[in-house]
């Protein structure tokens, strides 16, 4: 009995052993899963936004993206039922006032699937800057949004220089200063 007992215990040691590798792989590999989900996401920078065919509210078409080329681009995703947008649209006007007359241009880009409630959210939140639908959903899967608000710093080349997923109002600042240097950069 005592010799089955002690059978028992290098068992149950074994199996300890096996665990703590486990734990100590994971302890590896976590981080490294981290590093290829930031390289990924930057793999996105500094390349060619995609051409995008975007319409107003009202249906009419709007900018083509390739147009805009000169200008510094941020354009942001998002959808009235996201609340994080409601919070991001004051510190969108206040870019769009301090930074337009310098060659920013700040497109909220809609993906409601009822541009009724694009409407309507509009007129809870006014806006100052250009708003533009993307029914069809072809920017969005061009860009790779992958959450809502999604925002997109495009420099006056055309390419993509930042991604920025959310908004907390702490982060305004940083991107602001993002923002500005861009705009700031010789054409």
């Known amino acids: 009995m005592i010799r089955q007992y002690?059978?028992?215990i290098q068992v149950i040691n074994e199996s300890t052993r096996a665990m703590i590798k486990k734990i100590k792989w994971l302890f590896f590999i976590v981080?490294?899963?981290s590093l290829y989900t930031t390289t990924?996401?930057?793999?996105?920078?500094?390349?060619?936004?995609p051409a995008c065919t975007l319409t107003t509210?009202?249906?009419?078409?709007?900018?083509?993206?390739?147009e805009l080329k000169g200008k510094?681009?941020?354009?942001?995703?998002?959808?009235?039922?996201?609340?994080?947008c409601v919070k991001s649209f004051p510190f969108l006007n206040e870019l769009n006032h301090d930074l337009k007359d310098k060659g920013l241009q700040v497109i909220g880009v809609n993906l409601d699937e009822k541009v009724s409630d694009a409407q309507e959210f509009i007129a809870?939140?006014?806006?100052?800057?250009l708003i533009v639908a993307d029914t069809s959903k072809q920017c969005a899967k061009g860009f790779e949004v992958m959450a809502m608000?999604?925002?997109?710093?495009?420099?006056?080349k055309g390419?993509?220089?930042?991604?920025?997923?959310?908004?907390?109002?702490?982060?305004?600042?940083?991107?602001?200063?993002?923002?500005?240097q861009l705009v700031m950069e010789n054409p």
């Not at 509210?57 to 390739?66: D, F, I, R, S, T």
């Not at 809870?124 to 800057?129: I, L, N, R």
């Not at 608000?149 to 006056?156: C, V």
């Open 6 to 8: 002690l059978q028992m």
């Open 31 to 33: 981080p490294m899963l």
């Open 40 to 49: 990924s996401v930057g793999e996105h920078l500094d390349k060619i936004s």
């Open 57 to 66: 509210l009202e249906g009419a078409p709007a900018h083509n993206l390739q």
């Open 72 to 84: 510094v681009v941020y354009m942001d995703f998002w959808a009235s039922w996201c609340p994080p």
């Open 124 to 129: 809870k939140h006014p806006v100052d800057f």
């Open 149 to 156: 608000p999604t925002s997109y710093l495009i420099d006056r």
């Open 159 to 180: 390419n993509i220089r930042h991604i920025h997923q959310g908004f907390r109002p702490g982060e305004s600042e940083k991107l602001r200063a993002l923002i500005t």
